[in-house]
């Protein structure tokens, strides 16, 4: 424990209050992982905790105080009891209790519901009503008490189940999956903002398709991604999936685990197969999952730019490469796809290549294609109009041409020139074409 953090404890203790260090960061540390944060829960009331740190401020309704330790802030709680989850959220009822054990008996499961405090000898006492030490070093995630009443209170704890099994490499005890999938349905009254928070933690798991196949098997997939679920039912003809479903998880495994963008792209980038299946055919899947995406991504509420990289991505990914394209051609995908995300189309093409099981001959083309944009911007080809050599003030100033649509015009025919040949971007060259162009309105 940090010495900080040891000193809160300490202090409240020495006024008379029990005083643990609590929840996850307990885990972690039985785990031999460093706790990101350490919340302390504590017999005192809020107003007794102000009274013994001047810097702390009192946050909520829940008894949580935030107290300034050096430079750590430290969230200490009121032991408390909870009931009437009305919107299977949000607690009605407050109260606190002077009972640890109530308190942890509030908590989700078994291996976040221990606590922990320092005693004079220099070791420690675990308080583990419920046997998560045991589930810890079992790896099962087990509910706290009736695993029904846990997630009728909060159904994102549903969703938090499948997260630590992700993340922690463990199995969701049998009697907690049962109940997960009686009560799957309540994860529809989940706001985006909640959905997300997981789903985004499961997909940055190292290999994210092991929580996705859990969503699925145990219901909440159905209703908090129903556009996914659907593609299990499309047969693919891969070497290696047997549906969308499966094809789309060994795709997103092959993406980086540091990329969220290439992370979502994968994973929904053949969401439009389902309403585009005819005759074996997938006609135009890229439109219909980029539109799909978009709006499965807004009802999760992640923020434009991630919304548009990603559906930009799933827009492109079938581009279809020839190994006899000009150099015209190359410079003219190039300019489609975005220089910027060049390196993120790759990527998710190169996944997708392994999740179809390709190796021969699509693979050796969309390679020759990636040496090929190398070597043009190696030879810092212009790939946009910012690239030109000239740009609005010298087409104006030099060639004459008063401010409005004509300036537009004529730059965008030079850049269109450029693509076709390169060496004509200098700025002798420019404004001698832009003359000619110019004049001809």
């Avoid at 078994?110 to 006492?125: C, F, I, Q, S």
């Avoid at 789903?199 to 129903?226: E, F």
């Avoid at 789309?248 to 439009?272: E, K, Y």
């Amino acid at each position: 424990m940090p010495a900080d953090v040891a000193g809160v404890v300490r202090r409240l203790q020495e006024a008379g209050h029990e005083a643990y260090v609590v929840g996850g960061c307990v885990r972690d540390a039985l785990r031999d992982v460093v706790p990101a944060d350490w919340d302390v829960a504590t017999s005192a009331r809020p107003p007794d905790v102000q009274q013994l740190f001047r810097r702390s401020l009192y946050t909520n309704r829940f008894g949580t105080v935030v107290v300034r330790a050096g430079e750590r802030e430290v969230e200490v709680t009121t032991y408390r009891l909870e009931s009437d989850y009305a919107d299977h959220r949000r607690p009605g009822t407050v109260a606190f209790t002077d009972s640890l054990e109530a308190d942890l008996s509030r908590r989700d499961f078994t291996v976040n519901a221990m606590a922990w405090r320092p005693v004079d000898d220099g070791h420690g006492e675990l308080v583990d009503p419920f046997g998560g030490r045991a589930d810890l070093e079992r790896r099962l995630v087990r509910a706290v008490g009736d695993a029904g009443e846990r997630f009728a209170e909060d159904a994102l704890r549903m969703l938090r189940a499948v997260r630590f099994a992700t993340l922690l490499r463990m199995d969701i005890e049998p009697g907690t999956a049962a109940a997960i999938g009686t009560h799957a349905h309540l994860a529809a009254e989940l706001s985006g903002e909640r959905v997300q928070q997981e789903v985004l933690k499961i997909l940055l798991a190292p290999v994210p398709s092991v929580g996705l196949r859990m969503l699925s098997d145990l219901g909440l997939l159905a209703v908090v991604c129903p556009e996914l679920e659907d593609c299990k039912a499309i047969p693919q003809d891969k070497a290696v999936a047997v549906n969308v479903f499966e094809h789309s998880l060994i795709t997103v495994d092959a993406t980086p685990a540091d990329d969220l963008v290439l992370r979502l792209a994968g994973l929904f980038h053949d969401v439009g197969k389902p309403e585009t299946f005819a005759d074996g055919h997938f006609h135009q899947h890229e439109f219909v999952g980029e539109a799909k995406t978009r709006a499965i991504l807004r009802r999760w509420k992640l923020n434009k730019d991630t919304i548009a990289a990603v559906t930009h991505l799933i827009r492109n990914h079938m581009f279809w490469y020839q190994t006899d394209w000009t150099g015209s051609a190359v410079r003219r995908f190039v300019r489609k796809i975005g220089l910027e995300n060049i390196p993120a189309l790759f990527a998710l093409r190169r996944a997708d290549n392994i999740g179809s099981g390709a190796r021969s001959p699509r693979l050796y083309a969309l390679e020759d294609l990636w040496e090929r944009v190398q070597e043009e911007i190696h030879h810092q080809v212009a790939f946009s109009i910012r690239d030109l050599a000239i740009g609005g003030h010298e087409v104006m100033t030099e060639l004459g041409v008063p401010q409005g649509p004509l300036v537009g015009k004529v730059l965008s025919e030079l850049f269109e020139r450029v693509l076709d040949d390169p060496e004509l971007n200098t700025r002798e060259r420019l404004l001698e074409l832009g003359r000619e162009l110019a004049a001809r309105g």
